[in-house]
């Protein structure tokens, strides 16, 4: 008997939806405090992922789901930077 990898699921802070995790963007808040994107998954953090859509990220501002997944207030800086970044990967 062979068996099958589990398929990583996370769900987006944004639309909600659970998706497949390597076809998601995390985002995380080290011990420092400091937000950012954290591309190879792999960084130490408090981590909160959303789908790779500037949709789904302004539904998390609105509803304040990435404040409330990092346990941190997120500045609007760290938001623009998110978007720049999201619209970077999207081309």
């Known amino acids: ?12 802070t944004g639309c909600n939806e659970v998706k497949n995790k ?3 963007i995390r985002v995380i ?7 950012s994107m954290d ?3 792999r960084k130490n953090g408090r981590g909160a992922y959303i789908c790779p859509d ?5 539904k998390a501002m609105k509803s304040k789901g ?5 346990k941190a207030k997120v500045p609007e800086e760290v938001y623009e930077q998110l978007k720049a970044e999201l619209g970077e990967i999207n081309g």
């Open 39 to 41: 591309a190879t998954g």
């Open 66 to 70: 990435l404040e409330r997944t990092l």
């Open 1 to 12: 008997m062979s068996q099958t990898k589990k398929v990583p699921l996370r769900k987006c």
């Open 29 to 35: 808040r080290d011990k420092e405090g400091n937000i």
């Open 54 to 58: 500037v949709k789904c990220l302004e």
């Open 22 to 24: 390597k076809d998601m």
